[in-house]
């Protein structure tokens, strides 16, 4: 079965960066597209962007263009998110996603989420 | 650069009432690209419906999807307990390829 298993919980100081890593299994990896969300405490979905575990090409949100940094791991079938220059609003639940069956635009599949707090 | 507008914001229902939520795009839309999503406190969002009328596996038929022009509507026939949440409508625009969210309406009990 396609399983997202995120990283733990993460505190960082204002100014810092953050990785969070999302292991994906169940599947063929290099298949589907992996996409990140998050949601800041009590607000809504936010899309940040999305890497190819294929080649490694990247899409961001404009938002967080020169702030984020996806990658991935074709030998440990895992995507990281990297987000810098840390500040308080950045505090949200982060979750890794992929749809839910080619052709669709629909997230099937979430990882559990990681909860990010920026707080000095 | 689309907006998805849902309303309206909260949705106070009765078990077995219907319930039926709105989300606007502020440009056309391709119905394929439409999402909607249900989420409770504290989980991931569930994937209900997408391509705008396609359930996701394993999603009770009392929920429905369906769209006219830049209006897609989440219908639940008949509210059950576990149904009160957040729901979330979702589209991709292609160029650049950009996902976004509706802000949401909580459907709560009555």
């Known amino acids: 079965q396609v399983q997202l298993v995120q990283s733990g919980a993460e505190v960082r100081k204002p100014g810092a960066s953050v990785k969070v890593s999302c292991k994906a299994s169940?599947?063929?990896?290099?298949?589907?597209?992996i996409h990140w969300v998050r949601q800041a405490p009590g607000q809504g979905l936010e899309w940040m962007g999305r890497v190819n575990p294929s080649g490694g090409s990247t899409s961001y949100a404009q938002k967080f263009q020169g702030r984020v940094t996806m990658t991935r791991d074709t030998s440990t079938n895992t995507v990281y998110m990297e987000l810098s220059s840390l500040r308080s609003e950045d505090t949200a639940v982060y979750y890794c996603?992929?749809?839910?069956?080619?052709?669709?635009?629909?997230?099937?599949?979430w990882g559990q989420g990681t909860l990010v707090i920026v707080s000095s | 650069e689309i907006v998805l507008t849902q309303s309206p914001g909260t949705l106070s229902l009765s078990p077995g009432e219907r319930a039926t939520l709105s989300c606007r795009a502020s440009q056309n839309v391709s119905g394929s690209y439409l999402a909607w999503y249900q989420q409770k406190p504290g989980q991931a969002p569930r994937l209900l419906i997408y391509?705008?009328?396609s359930r996701a596996t394993g999603i009770p038929d009392r929920f429905s999807g369906s769209e006219s022009g830049t209006d897609f509507t989440l219908t639940i026939s008949r509210l059950e307990p576990e149904d009160f949440a957040v729901y979330y409508c979702q589209q991709y625009d292609s160029s650049p390829p950009v996902w976004s969210f509706g802000p949401g309406t909580k459907v709560d009990i009555k």
């Open positions: 391509g705008a009328s």
């Open positions: 169940g599947y063929t990896f290099p298949s589907y597209y």
């Open positions: 996603a992929r749809v839910n069956r080619p052709y669709s635009y629909g997230y099937g599949y």
